[in-house]
């Protein structure tokens, strides 16, 4: 029988492009937003996180007074004493995350494809209306999807992969901060619901006869091939927990260093593919984009 263990931490942030898809003009498409993730098991945390307190440590007593601890405040600083000491902890940290087999998780997404899958739908959503043989017009919501939730979605769903690839039951997600808790805790429903049926109402209104109608719809997705659960079935928490802990800087700093990597590529190249993270580092511990990703905790 497979042992199952109890619970993973994983440690999120941000970076990149953000901002509702409604926005998003074409001046911007070459942007792209990121979230990423490093991940440790709970039982580990006390014997993973001390080794990473000492550059902590140092990293915070070299931010001057009312600066924020974060690399890419170090790095654009004219402060050459917190840059030297961001550059050795940096890769102090990423000594860590390669030897200690710490997996890195993300999701990469281009503002090009975000407004183009918005314009879409939108244009879908009009010649609907537009051939629409009822006198009663629908007034649609506006639309509040954001790259950061897209984002989420797909970190999301391979965070869950994560976790049941390496036998753990759940896994909790920690960002330092963000505006956007509730909006990420939705996009955690979304991928725990994906199979499950899902009722909207509709409302229309007959400009002639000046009257409303209310349907209601259902629909569901089925996919009866799949080998696995539609639904996201190991995700936990999503909660804030702050600056002043060792590994939301150790993910600062290999979101940042991603970031810089993958806004090099080509503007066709392809994100989230194991071609995108050719050369970078920490290549060698990323899941999710390569075929042989790092499959347990040792």
């Not at 659960?229 to 702050?242: F, H, K, R, T, Y």
């Not at 580092?281 to 499959?295: E, K, S």
Request: glycine share 6%.
């Amino acid at each position: 029988m497979t042992d199952i263990k109890n619970k993973i931490l994983a440690f999120i942030d941000e970076g990149g492009a953000k901002g509702l898809s409604r926005n998003l003009t074409d001046a911007r498409d070459d942007e792209l937003g990121l979230l990423c993730s490093i991940s440790v098991p709970e039982e580990r945390l006390h014997e993973m996180r001390p080794k990473f307190q000492r550059g902590f440590d140092e990293f915070l007593k070299a931010t001057p007074p009312n600066s924020q601890p974060h690399i890419s405040k170090a790095f654009a600083s004219n402060n050459q004493h917190w840059k030297n000491v961001a550059h050795a902890v940096r890769s102090e940290f990423f000594g860590l995350i390669g030897s200690l087999e710490i997996p890195i998780v993300f999701e990469a997404r281009r503002a090009r494809v975000q407004r183009s899958t918005f314009e879409k739908k939108l244009e879908m959503r009009e010649n609907a209306q537009a051939t629409a043989r009822s006198e009663y017009k629908v007034k649609p919501k506006k639309d509040r999807t954001r790259i950061e939730t897209e984002l989420m979605v797909g970190l999301a769903l391979k965070l869950d992969a994560l976790c049941h690839d390496t036998d753990y039951r759940v896994i909790d997600m920690f960002f330092d901060e963000t505006d956007l808790l509730n909006e990420y805790k939705a996009s955690i429903k979304r991928v725990q619901n994906i199979g499950k049926p899902s009722t909207k109402t509709v409302t229309g209104y007959n400009p002639k006869t000046k009257s409303t109608l209310k349907r209601q719809f259902t629909f569901q997705m089925s996919a009866p091939d799949l080998e696995f659960p539609m639904d996201a079935q190991n995700l936990g928490e999503i909660s804030i927990l702050g600056k002043l802990e060792p590994l939301i800087l150790a993910v600062d700093m290999v979101a940042n260093s991603l970031y810089r990597h993958l806004v090099k590529l080509e503007p066709n190249e392809q994100l989230n593919a194991p071609s995108s993270i050719e050369g970078w580092q920490l290549a060698h511990r990323v899941y999710g984009a390569m075929p042989n990703g790092p499959q347990e905790f040792i």
